[in-house]
């Protein structure tokens, strides 16, 4: 299972989606922007257990924002959405309002449909992207990718029945390991965030559950077969929650 991948960007894309078709039960395929989605959607194709999702990446929000009208459509088209959030982070601040336009746009949108799950990007913007969650209750449910908020933040995300999303990259810090040892853990699902995430120096592949699991069962002090059993079965509900099961 991975709950977040951008599989169209590997650079031998067609052959990593063959071999997550072969490996995976489960693989999303979450887009930066809508007229990626439709590309990726045309040369890759669709497969049972592949789900290619449109978003709207906030880092190249403000690159296309004319797109935006086109994700509001190919929503009402599809169960789930992403990548879609706000980056706080100061490379990206001058671009917040564009990033809160759209953002906000789509959650509203997705409340609009009665619910879609959302894979939500939350770089140092965790507190306005749950003000924005709360404002639209109906929006469906959210997944924040690679979460690397505050202790408080983490609270109050558990709080608004938020799921998380987490990978090996993740445990790279020891910030990012702190983090993943007071996740929920029944709301605890795999992501690779490849090819973007990377160990060793390679991009994390989508069947990379296992190692996850790993390093999750070391941050719970648990035994891996005790972790991995956590992933599978959160997976599974929430891809029930996502009526994709």
Same mark, same amino acid.
């Given at each position: 299972?991975?709950?977040?991948?951008?599989?169209?960007?590997?650079?031998?894309?067609?052959?990593?989606?063959?071999?997550?078709?072969?490996?995976?039960?489960?693989?999303?395929?979450?887009?930066?922007?809508?007229? *990626?989605?439709?590309?990726?959607?045309? #040369?890759?194709?669709?497969? =049972?257990?592949?789900? #290619?999702?449109?978003?709207?990446?906030?880092?190249? *929000?403000?690159?296309?924002?004319?797109?935006?009208?086109?994700?509001?459509?190919?929503?009402?088209?599809?169960?789930?959405?992403?990548?879609?959030?706000?980056?706080?982070?100061?490379?990206?601040?001058?671009?917040?309002?564009?990033?809160?336009? /759209?953002? =906000?746009?789509?959650?509203?949108?997705?409340?609009?449909?009665?619910?879609?799950?959302? =894979? #939500?990007?939350?770089?140092?913007?965790?507190?306005?992207?749950?003000?924005?969650?709360?404002?639209?209750?109906?929006?469906?449910?959210? /997944?924040?990718?690679? &979460?690397?908020?505050?202790?408080?933040?983490?609270?109050?995300?558990?709080?608004?029945?938020?799921?998380?999303?987490?990978?090996?990259?993740?445990?790279?810090?020891?910030?990012?390991?702190?983090?993943?040892? %007071?996740?929920?853990?029944?709301? /605890?699902?795999?992501?690779?965030?490849?090819? &973007?995430?990377?160990?060793?120096?390679?991009? #994390?592949?989508?069947?990379?559950?296992?190692?996850?699991? %790993?390093?999750?069962?070391?941050?719970?002090?648990?035994?891996?077969?005790?972790?991995?059993? /956590?992933?599978?079965?959160?997976?599974?509900?929430?891809?029930?929650?996502?009526?994709? =099961?």
């Amino acid at each position: 299972m991975d709950f977040h991948c951008h599989l169209d960007l590997y650079p031998n894309a067609r052959e990593v989606y063959k071999e997550a078709c072969r490996r995976n039960a489960f693989t999303w395929l979450v887009t930066t922007s809508p007229k *990626a989605f439709e590309a990726t959607s045309r #040369i890759l194709g669709s497969s =049972s257990n592949v789900l #290619i999702t449109p978003g709207l990446h906030p880092e190249i *929000a403000h690159e296309r924002f004319g797109e935006l009208d086109l994700l509001l459509k190919q929503i009402a088209t599809v169960r789930a959405v992403g990548e879609v959030g706000l980056d706080g982070s100061s490379r990206f601040r001058a671009t917040y309002e564009v990033q809160h336009k /759209v953002f =906000s746009a789509v959650v509203a949108r997705c409340e609009e449909l009665g619910g879609r799950t959302l =894979s #939500i990007h939350s770089r140092q913007a965790v507190t306005y992207v749950l003000a924005e969650l709360s404002m639209h209750p109906r929006f469906g449910t959210a /997944v924040l990718h690679w &979460f690397s908020g505050t202790a408080a933040e983490l609270k109050a995300a558990d709080a608004q029945g938020c799921w998380f999303s987490v990978g090996p990259a993740m445990f790279n810090s020891k910030s990012g390991r702190a983090l993943a040892a %007071r996740l929920p853990r029944d709301r /605890v699902v795999p992501e690779s965030d490849g090819p &973007f995430a990377q160990l060793g120096g390679k991009p #994390i592949m989508p069947w990379s559950m296992p190692e996850t699991a %790993r390093y999750l069962a070391e941050a719970w002090s648990v035994p891996i077969d005790n972790a991995m059993h /956590v992933l599978e079965n959160n997976s599974l509900r929430l891809l029930d929650l996502m009526q994709l =099961s």
